[in-house]
């Protein structure tokens, strides 16, 4: 009972970002999703189409908080190529966005003590901030690098 | 770009769960959503799908942040018979819920002073307790209330 985004007009992302290659789950299921890599840090983004909006045809904030999730753990990957868990997520909504509206999130890691990641994120519109918040993740053990990743990086260097 | 839910294996609600009608947005693609409705109050579930999947094919977090959502902000909803903007909501994540499991969520309206709105909620699978949290929303004005919310029974026994 979903809407399939194959039949909606494909738009092209801002420059430097390209497709998440997100074939399945809920990651497909909320996309089609945009990801710019440079330096080891990672912006994602989205086209807010149909299926991403709530009854004012506005971004639902249901899908913000997954967009949050997604960029804002990412940050825990890209800094130490690890396995996580989400341990809290805080949102505080501060705008809406439209339908066709091109939306970004991205985070940056304020503290890992003891393996208890702590990311600082937003999520935005041009000039205009939509979330923020705060992720908890636990990291539970030391995976290879991945492309774009910091260590990976940090190899490809070596 | 989304799976279309229609192809999957019809499953039967507990009882007293019925269909969600949201046939367009947000709340179609994450969906099927059921809800049951008992003296002003509403508890809302979904079995999780292979579209609601994370990499470990657990339910994702975004898309139990957003059955919290849609669940939590229905409190207001119930209570008051008001539109409403979500300001914060905050996610603890207690445990995970896997491919065909029942999820439920619901919450409890906790403090209203100034039309500012606090619900407490949890999402749940049978006795294990998945995300527990807060929600908090700015109630916009009153509108014409909908069956199964409470100003709608007093309406109904006057």
Redesign the interface.
């Known amino acids: ?6 039949g909606e007009t494909r738009r092209e992302p801002p420059p430097g970002f390209h497709d998440v290659d997100w074939t ?9 999703l945009f990801r710019r890599d440079e330096g080891g840090r990672r912006v994602m983004g989205l086209f807010v189409d ?6 004012l ?1 506005n971004a ?4 913000l ?3 949050a ?2 960029a804002w ?1 990412n940050v825990v990957s890209m800094e130490r190529s690890m396995f996580w ?9 501060l705008d809406g966005a439209k339908t066709g509206e091109w939306v970004e999130a991205g985070g940056e890691l304020i503290s890992n003590a003891d393996n208890l990641f702590v990311v600082q994120g937003l999520v935005w519109a041009g000039e205009r901030k939509l979330v923020s918040g705060t992720g908890v993740f636990k990291g539970i053990r030391p995976r290879e690098p991945r492309p774009g990743e910091k260590a990976f990086l940090e190899q490809m260097s070596a």
Chains 1, 2 share one sequence.
Not at 50 to 55: S, V
Not at 60 to 63: A, E, K, P, Q, V
């Open positions: 009972m979903s809407d399939d985004g194959m399945r789950g809920f990651g497909r299921q909320v996309g089609p149909a299926h991403h909006t709530n009854g045809m639902h904030g249901g899908l908080m997954t967009l999730d997604m753990d868990v989400t341990v809290r997520l805080t949102c505080d909504f």
